[in-house]
C-alpha cells in the first residue's frame, strides 16, 4: 500500500512518516520544505522535493507512484502570521489543497486524512469542545482550514474523495527515541520556548497575559502528544479503508493545562530554573480551549497512552536536549 504524505517533512507530518513505515507501509513524501526540514525523512520514504501548488510536479508523483491513500500536512500554520498574510495562507493552504484534490479526481484516489485545527471553532461558546460546535474562525488560518475542509466536502459528492478530518487541539512531545521532533524558525510554540529557555538559548519565557478568566490568569490549552495524535491518523486510515463515511474528530486530552502549569511542569521534569515575565496578551488567543474527543475514542478507538504533561515535557526535552539546534545539527541524507 503506497501512501502519500504531503507535508511529511513537518514537525507533524515526520512523526506520521515513520509511524507509517513501522507499520509496514510505502510512503512518498511531498513537501517544500518551506517549514519542514530533509534531514527528518528517513531513508525508507520515497522523496519528492517540491510544492503542492506546482500541479506538473504533482502530477507526476500521482502518475510514478502508485499512490493509494493520502495524509494531508502541508500548510502554513502560524494565527499569527496568518493575520498578516492572509492571501499566502489562502495561496498555500486553500490552492495546494485544490491541486491535491484535483490529482486524486483525476487518479481515482479516493481516501485522504487531514490535518485540521482547534481555529476553526474560534472563540468557543462552551467547553470541553464538540465536533458539532458551530465554527466561525478569527484568523484567516482556521479560515483556510475550514475552507479546505468545504472543499473536501463537495469533492465528496462530486468525486467519491472520502475524508477524515482530524482538529488538534495543542500538540507537543516528540518520538520517544528523540530522533525527530519540533523545529520551527521562529519558534512561537509555548513548549519549545519553554524548554529553549530551559537550555538557556533564551534569558526568559513571556507569560502573554496573566489577567483571562481562568483560576491562575493565564490561558488554558490542551495539549496531546504528537505520537498519539499520529496514531489516531492511522486508526482514520483504517476506518476510511473499511468504506466508513467521511468524519470529522477533534483530537485533545479533554483537559486543560494554563501556561503556569505548563512552566511549572517544565520546571520539575527538566530540573532548570526557566524564569518568567509577564507580558502583554498576544492578540487572538481565547482564555480556554478544551476538546471533547469522545468522538475520536468511540468510533475510531482512539486510545492516547501519551498524553500527560509530564510525557510530553518528557519526550520533547528529550529531542531538544538531543538537538539543541534542530535539525541544523544534523547530516543532511
Ligand atoms: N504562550 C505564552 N508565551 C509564549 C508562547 C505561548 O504565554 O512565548 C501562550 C499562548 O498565549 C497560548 C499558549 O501559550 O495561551 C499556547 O500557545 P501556542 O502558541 O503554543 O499554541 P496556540 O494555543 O496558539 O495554538
Known amino acids: 500500500m503506497t501512501i502519500l504524505v504531503a507535508g511529511g517533512a513537518g514537525y507533524i507530518g515526520s512523526h506520521a512518516v515513520r509511524q507509517l513505515i513501522d507499520r509496514g507501509e510505502r510512503v512518498v513524501v511531498l513537501d517544500a520544505l518551506l517549514t519542514g526540514h530533509k534531514a527528518s525523512i528517513p531513508e525508507a520514504a520515497v522523496f519528492y ?4 501548488r506546482d500541479r506538473e510536479l504533482v502530477e507526476r508523483v500521482f502518475t510514478e507512484e502508485d499512490i493509494e491513500h493520502v495524509m494531508m500536512f502541508a500548510a502554513f500554520s502560524l494565527v499569527g502570521e496568518s493575520t498578516e498574510k492572509p492571501l499566502a495562507y489562502y495561496d498555500n493552504n486553500v490552492h495546494g489543497t485544490q491541486v491535491l484534490l484535483e490529482a486524486m479526481a483525476a ?16 472563540e468557543p461558546a462552551y467547553t470541553p469542545i464538540e465536533e458539532s460546535a458551530d465554527t466561525k474562525p478569527e484568523s484567516p488560518y482556521g479560515e483556510t482550514k475550514l475552507a479546505m475542509e468545504k472543499m473536501m ?5 462530486a468525486y467519491g474523495i472520502r475524508y477524515v478530518s482530524l482538529r488538534y487541539f495543542n500538540v507537543g512531545g516528540a518520538r ?5 521532533g519540533e523545529d520551527h524558525n521562529p519558534e512561537t510554540h509555548l513548549i519549545p520556548i519553554i524548554l529553549q529557555t530551559a537550555l538557556g538559548q533564551r534569558e526568559h519565557i513571556t507569560i502573554f497575559g496573566e489577567d483571562y478568566p481562568t483560576p491562575d490568569g493565564t490561558c488554558i490549552r490542551d495539549y496531546v502528544h504528537v505520537e498519539d495524535l499520529i496514531e489516531a491518523h492511522i486508526l482514520a486510515l483504517d476506518y476510511l479503508k473499511r468504506g466508513e463515511k467521511s468524519n470529522v474528530f477533534n ?23 526557566i524564569p518568567v515575565r509577564v507580558g502583554e496578551r498576544r ?20 486510545n492516547p497512552q501519551r498524553t500527560t504533561i509530564d510525557k510530553i515535557i518528557a519526550d520533547a526535552w528529550n529531542w531538544h536536549q538531543r538537538s539543541p539546534n534542530g535539525y541544523q545539527e544534523r547530516v543532511e541524507r
Open 176 to 180: 520517544e527515541n528523540g530522533e525527530i
Open 153 to 157: 466536502k463537495w469533492c465528496e459528492k
Open 283 to 302: 492578540s487572538g488567543d481565547p482564555a480556554q480551549l478544551v476538546a471533547s474527543s469522545n468522538r475520536a475514542k468511540d468510533i475510531l478507538g482512539w
Open 49 to 52: 522535493e517540491g510544492d503542492l
Open 107 to 122: 487518479h481515482g484516489v479516493s481516501s485522504i486524512v487531514f490535518s485540521s485545527t482547534a481555529a476553526v471553532y474560534g
Open 251 to 273: 483530537l485533545g486530552s479533554s483537559a486543560g493545562f494554563s501556561v503556569k502549569q505548563m512552566i511549572e511542569a517544565a520546571r520539575k521534569i527538566t530540573g532548570c530554573a
